[in-house]
């Protein structure tokens, strides 16, 4: 198995709502990551987590809140968020924490906010 | 820290053309070099990587790059593309050594013409 899965494939939310996101792999990977991208720009790292401790937070506001329940899953819990935090969502793995010399990314949620 | 140029956002070519997307980076200290490809609503993927040894690198699906340290260059080539090769192709960097966060850059997107 050497996939990362992500769910939901798509996600609408409104301001008040609460979701999450979810992010899945069985490669024995001790390393996992989010990264946000924008329509035409490239992914922008969000967290990384290492042996399931958060390990790096680029500076994101708090309504982003990551999960990492076990060294398989990682989430991302969404509250109170703004339009201009649609985006496809992008979770990888690598087996150690080293940003990714042989990163395995998922296929992405695509998160609209209205 | 680093930086990564691709120096054209978008490159047409016709099918069985060959095809060189630029990319340059700067960086004080050693780096590590990556090619990924993005598909239309899809996760990224690995298409080649540099870390150390010979500079000519070949990945995945006819891809080839040559990491020129004088020029700071890693020059992503194909000798003759597909339509399915249509995607956008980010190039990216990090430190050598220890945790390094990886820096994209912008992305150049593929357009082949049959």
């Known amino acids: 198995d050497t996939e990362v899965t992500q769910t939901p494939k798509h996600l609408v939310m409104g301001m008040t709502n609460k979701k999450s996101l979810k992010c899945e792999q069985h490669m024995g990977h001790r390393a996992m990551y989010w990264y946000k991208q924008k329509a035409k720009k490239p992914p922008e790292l969000m967290f990384v987590?290492?042996?399931?401790?958060?390990?790096i937070n680029e500076s994101v506001p708090s309504r982003f809140s990551p999960e990492c329940p076990n060294s398989s899953l990682l989430n991302l819990h969404l509250h109170a968020l703004q339009p201009e935090d649609s985006a496809l969502y992008l979770c990888?793995?690598?087996?150690?924490?080293?940003?990714?010399?042989?990163?395995?990314f998922g296929q992405g949620t695509r998160l609209t906010v209205v | 820290a680093q930086s990564v140029t691709q120096l054209d956002s978008q490159v047409p070519v016709f099918e069985e053309a060959p095809v060189e997307l630029r990319c340059n980076y700067s960086s004080s200290v050693s780096v590590y070099l990556f090619w990924y490809v993005q598909y239309p609503n899809q996760g990224l993927q690995l298409l080649l990587k540099?870390?150390?040894?010979?500079?000519l690198v070949k990945g995945i699906n006819g891809f080839e790059a040559e990491f020129n340290k004088s020029q700071t260059s890693f020059h992503l080539r194909k000798p003759s593309v597909h339509i399915s090769d249509t995607a956008e192709y980010f190039c990216a960097v990090r430190g050598a050594g220890g945790y390094q966060k990886v820096t994209f850059g912008i992305g150049t997107k593929l357009q082949v013409i049959p």
């Open positions: 540099y870390l150390s040894g010979s500079t």
């Open positions: 990888a793995s690598s087996q150690e924490g080293t940003g990714g010399d042989r990163a395995f």
């Open positions: 987590y290492s042996y399931e401790k958060l390990s």
